[in-house]
Structure formats: structure tokens, C-alpha cells
């Protein structure tokens, strides 16, 4: 069997930004308006700090106006509380993200329902979340969206394909399950508890792994030809022991990629892939947003 096409995410999400960047220009120069986007991160974790630089860089990059905010692990649920509500009222800003997962103390449902609605580029309010599987207008989760855009650009209709999305997370697995459902998939969702998970996934089409366990998706569990999206990152020290020592790490998904490109018609890789599409799905959110606030769109 021929090798996978590999899915170019981040080629697709440079375009994409490419794309964003020009309508950002458009929204100034007609409008006035720049859109902005606040980032607040509690604690220190590394892997968070590398998203969190890279959601500044290119937020900039496309002409947006960006802040982030750094608050210490030890800050307490009313302090970050307090923070989200400056920002649901500040307006140089249209999207505001809190990094999750958030330190133990503070409960995560209580920092998403103090978001306004408006600005939730996370798409993880209960007014997105319930306009997206009622089929209305929403801001939706970023990382669904990526997938959903590179979907349709490898598989053009997905109408009447089988897709199972393991996990079931608010953020991803759930979203995502609704996005293609509303393309006309039949959709599985699988979670910790789903009973012979390789027996299911080998009913798929499409392919979502949203888990975050390192290579759980194996060659055998894959039909041939189906479309696979890996959504998981586990981030392990690097392969060359000096590099490790060094303190760097490598990225590996959900999918044992090596095999599985063997078997499926297409593939994202991790990194490269659905990461990269993430932000972008975050700037053109962001953009949404700004543009619905301001009354344009
Ligand atoms: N590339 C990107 O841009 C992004 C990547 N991610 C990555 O995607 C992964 C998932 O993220 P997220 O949804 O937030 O994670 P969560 O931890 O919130 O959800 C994980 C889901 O996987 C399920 N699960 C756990 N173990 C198994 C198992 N053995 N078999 C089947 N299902 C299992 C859980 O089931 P149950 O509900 O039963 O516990 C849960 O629904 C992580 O690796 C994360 O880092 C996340 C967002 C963006
Ligand atoms: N409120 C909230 N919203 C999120 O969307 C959210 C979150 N919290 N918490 C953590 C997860 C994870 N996540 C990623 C974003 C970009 C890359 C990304 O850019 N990945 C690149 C490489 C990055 C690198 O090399 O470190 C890639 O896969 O190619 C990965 C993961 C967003 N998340």
C-alpha cells in the first residue's frame, strides 16, 4: 500500500494567516479597528510558556494587538477572576484566552463562566458551546475548527463518512464531534470507558485522536486508506541524550505515526500539523470576534 499523504498543517495555517493578516489590514484601514487578544497564564508551566510566546509572535505578526498576562501559580481563583473581568471590559480587546489547564485551586468551569461570551475565542462558554449544537452563529474551539478546515481540504465532502473522534473533552472531542456532524458524518465518540476501542476506530473513515497518550493509536486499528488527525501532544525528552541533558524535548502525538502512515490515506504529523492550526484558528477567532463587537459583521 502506498504511504499516507502527509497533511501540511503548517503550511495550510501559514496561508491561513497570510489570509487573516490581509483582512486585519482591511479592518483598520476601513473601520479603524484593531483587533486584540489577551492571553492570561497562571503558573509557570514550560510547555504553556512555548504556546503562550507563540500565540504573542504571531498575533503580532498578523497586525493584532497583543498582551499577555503572567500571573503566579499561587494566584487565587478571585485574583484571576478579577483579571478576566478587566479584560471582558477593556476595549482594545476582542479575545481573551485563559491557558488551561489552570492550577488546582481554581475551578476551571468558574474562569469559563466569568468569560464573556463575545470575547470567548476558546469557544468554551456555554452560549458558544450550545449555539454550535444548535447550529447558530458561534465562536468555536480552535483546535476542532483547524481540523474541520484541514478535513475539508483533503477529503473536499465529508458527507455520510464515518468519523470517530476519541475523547470528549469540552474543548476538543466534544466540538469536534458537533463540527462534523454538522458536515453529515456519522459520528462515534470514544472515551476512557468505550469498550474495544480498536474494534471501533476500525470503522472509521476520519480519524480524530484528541487523548494525549503517546502513540495509542496503532497500525491494526487503522482502515486502510481512512483519514487520521492527531490532535495529541505529550512532550518527552529529546532523543539524543546530550540534546535531553540539555533540557530539550520532542513532541509526539496520539497516532504511532511511523506505522499508522502505512495504512491510512492521510495523516497530520505532531508537530507540523494540527498544532500550528490552533493559532491560527485562534487569530481568525480573534478576528471574528472584533469584528461582530464593532458591529461590522
Ligand atoms: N494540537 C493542539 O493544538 C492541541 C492539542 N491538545 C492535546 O490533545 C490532547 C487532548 O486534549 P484535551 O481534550 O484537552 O484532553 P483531556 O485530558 O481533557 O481529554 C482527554 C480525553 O481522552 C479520553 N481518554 C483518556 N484515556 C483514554 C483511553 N485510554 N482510551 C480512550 N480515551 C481516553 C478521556 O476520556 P474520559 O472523558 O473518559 O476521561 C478524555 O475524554 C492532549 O494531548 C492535549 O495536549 C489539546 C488542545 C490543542
Ligand atoms: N484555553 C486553552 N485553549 C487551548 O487551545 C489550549 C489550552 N488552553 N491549553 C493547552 C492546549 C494545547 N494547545 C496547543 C496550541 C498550539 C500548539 C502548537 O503550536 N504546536 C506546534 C508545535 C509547538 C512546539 O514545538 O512546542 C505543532 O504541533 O506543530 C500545540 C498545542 C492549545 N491548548
Not at 186 to 208: E, F, N
Request: charged share 20%; with cysteine; hydrophobic share 45%.
Amino acid at each position: 500500500m502506498a504511504q499516507a499523504k502527509l497533511i501540511d498543517g503548517k503550511a495550510f495555517a501559514a496561508d491561513l494567516r497570510a489570509k487573516i493578516a490581509e483582512d486585519v489590514a482591511e479592518l483598520k484601514a476601513k473601520h479603524g479597528v484593531t483587533p486584540g487578544l489577551a492571553v492570561v497564564l497562571v503558573g509557570e508551566d514550560p510547555a504553556s510558556q512555548v504556546y503562550v510566546r507563540n500565540k504573542g509572535e504571531q498575533t503580532e505578526a498578523a497586525g493584532m494587538y497583543s498582551e499577555t498576562h503572567r500571573l503566579p501559580a499561587d494566584t487565587s481563583q478571585d485574583e484571576l477572576l478579577a483579571v478576566v473581568a478587566k479584560l471582558n471590559a477593556d476595549p482594545k480587546i476582542h479575545g481573551v484566552l485563559v491557558q488551561f489547564p489552570v492550577p488546582p485551586h481554581i475551578s476551571q468551569m468558574d474562569v469559563v463562566a466569568a468569560l464573556s461570551p463575545d470575547k470567548d475565542v476558546d469557544g468554551l462558554t456555554v452560549t458558544n458551546a450550545g449555539r454550535l449544537a444548535s447550529g447558530l452563529p458561534a465562536l468555536t474551539p480552535c483546535t476542532p475548527l483547524g481540523c474541520m478546515m484541514l478535513l475539508k481540504d483533503t477529503l473536499g465532502d465529508l458527507s455520510g463518512k464515518n468519523a470517530v473522534v476519541i475523547g470528549r473533552s469540552n474543548l476538543m472531542g466534544k466540538p469536534m464531534a458537533q463540527m462534523l456532524l454538522a458536515a453529515d458524518c456519522t459520528v462515534t465518540i470514544a472515551h476512557s470507558r468505550s469498550k474495544d476501542l480498536p474494534g471501533i476506530v476500525r470503522q472509521a473513515d476520519i480519524v480524530v485522536a484528541a487523548v494525549g497518550r503517546a502513540e495509542m493509536v496503532k497500525a491494526d486499528w487503522v482502515k486502510p486508506g481512512a483519514t487520521v488527525i492527531d490532535v495529541g501532544i505529550t512532550r518527552y525528552p529529546a532523543r539524543d541524550p546530550a540534546a535531553a541533558a540539555a533540557g530539550k524535548t520532542r513532541l509526539v502525538g496520539d497516532v504511532a505515526f511511523d506505522e499508522v502512515k502505512e495504512v491510512a490515506g492521510a495523516i497530520t504529523p505532531v508537530p507540523g500539523g494540527v498544532g500550528p492550526m490552533t493559532i491560527a484558528c485562534l487569530l481568525a477567532n480573534t478576528l471574528t470576534a472584533a469584528k461582530r463587537l464593532s458591529g461590522i459583521a
